[in-house]
């Protein structure tokens, strides 16, 4: 398991590639059974070595992409396309050589120098331990004729896949998170640097929000999408009212988006669930901290962050507005969706019920075969919109 900093909830090194393969659609799940080893980190770069070393390694043992590379080079002999210009040089300087242009099957492109590069980034930081640095090492003896390339040349969305490297998917996608994060530009007295053990934490805590987030709603859409009546969507919603009255300052209000809004529409059924996901640490606040929320407050106890609850409650809201004015109905509730931290009090199928709507507080742990994790995601589908919807097809 992880225990970074405070500040990272806890997640074990298989279900972050089990995140990262819902949350980037690369869901080849047979592919991690293996994926076994776990460990306790010191740090967060401990941590994503460690998770870097074992998905190499599962991409060795199918063998490294090759493709055919063009080069040039001067032989004695014609072998591949002569190249004439350069021929003619040769000749010109006396030299009893031809120039051709050959074809290399050849490890050395683009999907391999990533991943190398990655690996270097992992050797040169000094918080890396060294076991992690040692298996690092052991690995890119097979990248030996890979070159390394600047992570800032690497334009992501330019890279494709087909059938004889989609397997590189998922371990490119971990590649790239981790890159974000190494490689993050600070300034610090008018230079750039690279980022402090804390201010990667920070950012790798962001960006894991966004795949916790992902994950989620690529789950249900994966395990759900072919049940009847059941849609999963990340709706935009504007605020309900009358616009006329608001005049010109109508524009002013922000628009709403959720992050996964679950829909069960049948002839006897609609209900609506509005899911906000939160991954950090300080899922409840402590009412002693705050001199001003005494007057807030009947007590002293901790209590939910009370942003997270006004937003979700105004999705809630908006939504079942929504429903009245298009004539459907539908039954709207809310959930605020924590991932599971280390924290003595933590939220657990807490239901209230505000002015009529359901709003639930629960935690999805992280740190747990994911099978269990499974079966928590789809207790919140049968308990808030029907006990009788079933997934269609089993990926674990």
Known sequence: MCSTKKKIAKIWIKNIYYMLAYACDALTLSEFKSVEREADFKNIYDMFASALEQRISFQLRRGLHREYRSRTEEMTVLRGKL??????????????????EVDEYSENNLFNQIIKTTAFLFLKRPEVDRRYKSRLKQKMMYFENVDRIDPNTIRWNRIR???????????????????????LPTIKRGAFSLPSLKEAEKYWQKKMSKVYEAFVRNYYRKEYEATYGFSVDDEWMEWQGDMKKNGDAAWRLPRMHTDITLTCD????????????????????????????????????????????????????NKEEMEI????????????????????????????????????????????DFGEICDQLDKIVHDYLSPDIRKQKKWI
Request: net charge negative; aromatic share 8%; with cysteine.
């Open 266 to 317: 049948r002839e006897d059924i609609r209900k609506i669930l509005i899911i906000d996901t939160k991954y950090y640490r300080g899922i409840e606040k402590d009412n002693r901290d705050d001199i001003d929320r005494e007057t807030t407050y009947k007590n002293d106890k901790p209590c939910i962050d009370e942003d997270n609850i006004y937003q979700i409650f105004a999705y809630v809201k």
């Open 83 to 100: 190249d004439m210009p350069g021929t003619v040089r040769s000749r010109i300087q006396r030299r009893y050589t031809v120039t051709c």
């Open 325 to 368: 004015r298009s004539g459907k109905c539908g039954e709207v509730s809310g959930m605020l969706l924590y991932a599971k931290t280390d924290e003595e009090s933590v939220p657990s199928d807490i239901r209230y019920d505000l002015t009529g709507s359901t709003i639930g507080l629960d935690t999805l742990d992280l740190n747990t």
């Open 161 to 183: 896949y087909d059938r004889n490297n989609r397997n590189y998917r998922l371990l490119l996608e971990l590649c790239r998170f981790i890159l974000d994060g190494i490689e």
